[in-house]
């Protein structure tokens, strides 16, 4: 697809206005609108039983995520959102007194308040450090203990977008005996994730910002392994083998990580959740990943250009599909850029701009000048 075509699927830019706030939660495109529309009808004019077709987008829509992460699909459930995800980890594990867990200072809430709600069990828990937005992995690595189970960390940081080195980070916590989970919300969908090449041992995502999907679907990943440790923190009746034999009471889990998905499905999300998937595989993954790192780098160049207190990293490496800024008059300006056209964010005195692959440089260069005007 051409970058028009590509821009054809979303019909908001025929108003005008700029969106650079991806970050946040993304606005649908037709392939999502028509998806779930379609699921509207078929519910409210059409066959009105749509449950074996929303089973096989369920299976198809977990192994297009499958495809997009490099694994096997049957490490892949569906949650309703980020905490939901982690927390299947967190109150799955078996706590002991004393353990101890690793997180990041200046972290996104729903990456730390699951970890925090185990200090009841005993658990203590360590915040490393974050220096100017950066994360290293040497920091991580001194705030572990002998006591370090579990070490927990964004891939993409919220608000500086810097992107942590997950195969290093994984290599500490293997020689330390501890496990990797990851909060990749910020990063799924923007850039490729390789999990063939970068194990990691649990994944948790919503998928309503770069993943440009419906906000109550999320995704969880975890290896083999970790499913083995993880326990049933709950148990629905789709969370076992033999769901439709309703009056045996047969408490007997998959052998995949469908165990975790307890309940009805948010039907109509995971209809918008397919269509979006499909529509980044026409696109391409790995040209998505290009023309995000390519907007990025033009945003950050501009900032620089401006003079600007850039918390987003030089190095390309470190960096994702979000450049920040400090700025003083974060919220007024958001404001006036509003009134302008131009959606972006504003967190606790920064300027958030997060373009994603259907944004163009002229998109990026409008935002600035408005911003200079204003400033």
Not at 140 to 155: D, K, Q
Request: hydrophobic share 40%; aromatic share 10%; net charge negative.
């Amino acid at each position: 697809m051409t970058i028009e075509e590509i821009r054809d699927q979303f019909p908001f830019l025929h108003t005008g206005r700029v969106y650079l706030d991806h970050a946040a939660a993304s606005p649908y495109s037709v392939f999502v609108e028509q998806s779930m529309q379609r699921y509207i009808t078929a519910c409210t004019h059409g066959s009105l039983d749509t449950y074996s077709d929303t089973l096989r987008v369920i299976g198809e829509t977990r192994s297009m995520v499958a495809e997009m992460l490099v694994c096997d699909a049957s490490r892949i459930a569906f949650t309703l959102n980020t905490s939901e995800g982690l927390n299947i980890l967190a109150a799955g594990l078996q706590w002991r007194h004393g353990d101890h867990i690793v997180v990041v200072d200046q972290e996104f809430p729903a990456n730390i308040y699951p970890f925090l709600n185990l200090r009841r069990h005993g658990v203590d828990v360590s915040f490393a450090p974050q220096r100017n937005g950066e994360v290293r992995v040497e920091d991580i690595e001194r705030a572990m203990t002998p006591r370090t189970r579990l070490v927990a960390v964004s891939w993409v940081q919220f608000l500086s977008g810097y992107v942590i080195d997950l195969a290093a980070l994984k290599n500490v916590c293997d020689k330390r005996g501890a496990l990797l989970c990851v909060d990749a919300i910020q990063g799924i969908g923007a850039i490729r994730l390789n999990l063939a090449e970068t194990p990691v041992d649990f994944i948790a995502a919503g998928v309503q910002k770069w993943q440009m999907a419906p906000q109550g679907v999320g995704i969880v990943f975890l290896s083999e392994r970790v499913q083995d440790m993880v326990q049933q923190s709950t148990l629905g009746w789709l969370s076992v083998k033999d769901a439709w034999n309703f009056f045996d009471y047969n408490t007997a889990l998959p052998d995949d990580a469908r165990r975790y998905e307890s309940g009805t499905y948010n039907a109509i999300g995971i209809h918008g959740y397919h269509a979006a998937l499909e529509f980044f595989r026409r696109v391409g993954h790995d040209r998505v990943d290009e023309l995000v790192r390519a907007n990025a780098e033009h945003a950050w160049k501009l900032a620089a250009e401006l003079g600007l207190e850039l918390v987003t990293p030089e190095q390309t490496r470190n960096r994702a599909g979000i450049v920040t800024f400090r700025h003083e008059h974060a919220d007024a300006i958001r404001e006036k850029l509003w009134r302008r056209r131009i959606t972006l964010s504003a967190r606790i005195g920064h300027i958030r701009i997060s373009a994603h692959f259907y944004n163009t440089k002229e998109d990026l260069e409008r935002m600035f000048d408005e911003f200079n005007n204003i400033r």
